[in-house]
């Protein structure tokens, strides 16, 4: 039986509100669309997973969503919606999900989309931005962003 879960986010980007579909257009239009597919890119890479534009629960169902991941920790997916006043949340169906990594990837986007959007916040103040990145002990992405004048 089916168990949508959720996770929320202090992302918000009400000008995706509207939308079904991440699609081209919208990401040349919305920087913040293109930071959040740039954020579930990096997750892909992270967990050999793909982009998508359709996420399923464990009966087969699909769940709507503007975009979304699927990885081999979770086949049916983590998609991503857009609340009405343009709040970002993950979406997935924890049935089966022991291991909690529906809101282990969730967390791991929202991240992503965080360093990303600081890092471009720093340039946006025409200060010199360094980043670092690494792999912890167990094997989680790190990456440090500082900004010097």
Request: negative net charge; charged residues 25%; contains cysteine.
């Amino acid at each position: 039986m089916s168990e949508q879960a959720s996770y929320n986010t202090y992302i918000s980007i009400p000008s995706l509100a509207e939308h079904k579909s991440l699609d081209g257009n919208l990401i040349d239009a919305e920087p913040r669309a293109a930071l959040l597919l740039k954020a579930l890119t990096l997750a892909a890479e992270d967990h050999a997973g793909r982009i998508t534009d359709r996420i399923v629960d464990c009966d087969g169902n699909s769940l709507e969503c503007l975009t979304g991941l699927v990885t081999k920790e979770m086949p049916q997916g983590v998609g991503v919606r857009i609340q009405n006043d343009g709040r970002v949340v993950f979406v997935y169906d924890a049935h089966g999900d022991s291991l909690g990594w529906g809101t282990r990837i969730a967390g791991e986007i929202a991240a992503n989309y965080n360093t990303l959007a600081v890092r471009l916040a720093l340039q946006a103040m025409n200060l010199e931005v360094g980043v670092e990145e690494h792999r912890n002990s167990r094997g989680e992405r790190v990456i440090r962003v500082e900004g010097r004048s």
